[in-house]
Structures are given as structure tokens and as C-alpha cells.
């Protein structure tokens, strides 16, 4: 005889299976809202971080490791000595006036005892600022090279310290030349930034009044 059979029992197959149905769910997509604690902390740690950073910077350097290096104060700077920084500045010329000021035979002029170097330096500042374009003699010697300009290279005082140093080395004998003098003839070419050739750097260098 079988056994009784009624409506309430659970259907057993589904109660086995309802595990492995609830893992056959598809997934939804939804949006969960960002707890407001979350928020505000994330606002207070930038905040503090902020503030730590600006208020111990290191000098914003990677070579300081003092979050806040003692500060000194700025007092006026000491001066430059122009031979010093001449002779630096004369290191863009050495390939071609060589380290001596000997020049090279035939192509590049000496700075040695001419009067190029320990003459007129308005002329002289002109001559750097422009550059040349040769034939020039120097010293009794024809010297048919092209110097460039540096007008764009180096300001009022590198040019006056390089000038005065060329004047003072190797047995030259000349006075100090000032940034004043470079800047005044550079305001004064500013409309002329064609290179010298011999004829018009003498026309430039002729005293007023000189018809020649």
C-alpha cells in the first residue's frame, strides 16, 4: 500500500536544488550609494595632507631633507669679478682665438697686442654684438674668416667682462670695459644687426665729424 500524498508537503526536488538555483542568478547592475562616513573621511585625510605639504615643504627640492631647513636671510649679492666671469665666456671663442688669444695663422686673427682688442671699445663691443664678416687685417695680416654675432647669446655683462678680459690677458694692457658701454651700443644697432665688414665698422668707429 503507498503511502499518503499531500498537497503540503515540500516538493523535494526543488527544496535540493534552491542552492544551486540561487547561485544561476544572472547579475544585475545597480548603484549603491558611497557611505557619507567614507566621504568625509577622504575629505579630511586631503585636507590634512594639503596642509602638511605647504606647511613643510623641504624647499620643494629633492636634495633638501629638512621638512623645514632653516631660512637665511637674502643679503646683497657679491659682486662679480669680470676677469672671472670673462674667461668663462671667453670659452665660446677658443675654437677659433684659441686659449692663448694666438688665433689661427691665416684664418682666425690674434687677440695678442691688436688694436682691435685694446682700441676703441665702443668698437670693439660692436664688433661682438654684430660679429664680422672679413676680409680684416690685424696686426699687418689679412684674415678673411666670419665671426658671429653674440648679441643673442650673451647679455650687457657677460659681453663687458669677456671684453674686459680679452684686454687684459696675454700681455694686453687696456681699461675695464662696463655693461653701460655694451648696452648703449647694442640700443644703438638695434636697427643694424647686419655684420661688420672692414669698411663699414671704420665708418662706425670714425670720430664725428670725420670725413673720411
Not at 526536488?13 to 549603491?32: L, Y
Not at 675654437?95 to 694666438?102: I, P
Not at 648703449?184 to 665688414?197: G, H, I, Q, S
Request: with cysteine.
Amino acid at each position: 500500500m503507498s503511502a499518503p500524498h499531500s498537497d503540503n508537503l515540500p516538493d523535494r526536488i526543488i527544496q535540493m536544488h534552491e542552492q544551486a538555483v540561487r547561485e544561476m542568478v544572472e547579475p544585475r547592475d545597480g548603484i549603491s550609494p558611497t557611505p557619507v562616513t567614507f566621504l568625509l573621511m577622504c575629505f579630511f585625510f586631503t585636507a590634512w595632507g594639503g596642509y602638511y605639504i605647504a606647511d613643510n615643504p623641504g624647499a620643494w627640492s629633492g636634495m633638501e631633507y629638512n621638512e623645514k631647513p632653516a631660512t637665511v636671510a637674502a643679503g646683497p649679492s657679491a659682486p662679480v669679478d669680470p676677469m672671472v666671469m670673462g674667461r668663462e665666456v671667453f670659452g665660446a671663442c677658443t675654437q677659433c682665438h684659441q686659449a692663448d688669444g694666438k688665433g689661427v695663422a691665416g684664418t682666425y686673427p690674434p687677440l695678442v697686442a691688436s688694436d682691435y682688442v685694446t682700441g676703441d671699445e665702443r668698437r670693439l663691443a660692436a664688433i661682438l654684438v654684430n660679429g664680422v664678416n672679413g676680409p680684416f687685417v690685424v696686426n699687418g695680416a689679412t684674415y678673411n674668416s666670419e665671426m658671429p654675432k653674440w648679441r643673442d647669446y650673451f647679455n650687457d655683462e657677460e659681453l663687458a667682462a669677456v671684453m674686459t678680459f680679452v684686454r687684459n690677458s696675454w700681455g694686453n694692457k687696456a681699461p675695464a670695459v662696463s655693461k653701460d658701454t655694451v648696452a648703449k651700443v647694442r640700443a644703438e644697432l638695434v636697427d643694424k644687426p647686419n655684420a661688420w665688414t672692414a669698411s663699414s665698422l671704420a665708418e662706425f668707429s670714425a670720430p664725428k665729424g670725420d670725413t673720411k
